[in-house]
Antibody, heavy 120, light 110 residues
Framework: EVKLVESGGGLVKPGGSLRLSCAAS????????MNWVRQAPGKGLEWVSC???????YYADSVKGRFTISRDNAKNSLYLQMNSLRAEDTAVYYC??????????????WGQGTLVTVSS | QSVLTQPPSASGTPGQRVTISCSGS????????VNWYQQLPGTAPKLLIY???QRPSGVPDRFSGSKSGTSASLAISGLQSKDEADYYC???????????FGGGTKLTVL
């Protein structure tokens, strides 16, 4: 059974940093792209970042230069380092598996999400 | 303001057929395939339709997708109370060089 479990969310002050983790199990982790998708409270979905199976990295313009995605295939884990956080980064962050090595639109498995709140 | 436009709400009675629209442009829906996601209250999104009209294993055939030009639609037939959820369309955007989502449609089963 495919499972994605996020952790690392919490309350952080504007300008602060946070590192999210996503532990994956039940599939060959290095065969799929992995993505972060966020959802602000009461709002819709917003794609944040993708790392392909080969390590190619992509970011939404809204987080470029502030967020860093990475993966550790040996640990079956995905990460999102978030720096210079802003109030508008407040959201539930989902880890989502792409259906192919490079998929950035089609996500067949999602974690339960971890809430990041940026507030003073 | 989302790149893909969906109606904020839709409703229907049990057994009815409802459709949810998703309007885009030549840089997204007009030149790329469309996915649909279902988000039940308090849960993570779930892939419902991919490649415009394909259903993942386990998704009932009551759900169907279609695309024409720069618009796409999700149809739900034999509406059930458990279909009450938010529905999102998504597509790649060639101009933005990234994936875009619709703003979501909240489906209420009356």
């Amino acid at each position: 059974e495919v499972k994605l479990v996020e952790s690392g969310g919490g309350l952080v002050k504007p300008g602060g940093s946070l590192r999210l983790s996503c532990a994956a199990s039940g599939f060959t982790f290095n065969s799929n792209s992995m993505n972060w998708v966020r959802q602000a409270p009461g709002k819709g979905l917003e794609w944040v970042s993708c790392i392909s199976s080969s390590g190619n990295i992509y970011y939404a313009d809204s987080v470029k230069g502030r967020f860093t995605i990475s993966r550790d295939n040996a640990k079956n884990s995905l990460y999102l380092q978030m720096n210079s956080l802003r109030a508008e980064d407040t959201a539930v962050y989902y880890c989502a598996r792409g259906t192919t090595q490079t998929a950035m639109v089609t996500f067949d498995y999602w974690g339960q999400g971890t809430l990041v709140t940026v507030s003073s | 303001q989302s790149v893909l436009t969906q109606p904020p709400s839709a409703s229907g009675t049990p057994g009815q057929r409802v459709t949810i629209s998703c309007s885009g442009s030549t840089s997204n829906i007009g030149s790329n395939t469309v996915n649909w996601y279902q988000q039940l209250p308090g849960t993570a999104p779930k892939l419902l339709i991919y490649l415009n009209n394909q259903r993942p294993s386990g998704v009932p055939d009551r759900f169907s997708g279609s695309k024409s030009g720069t618009s796409a639609s999700l149809a739900i037939s034999g509406l059930q109370s458990k279909d009450e959820a938010d529905y999102y369309c998504a597509a790649w955007d060639d101009s933005l060089n990234g994936p875009v989502f619709g703003g979501g449609t909240k489906l209420t089963v009356l």
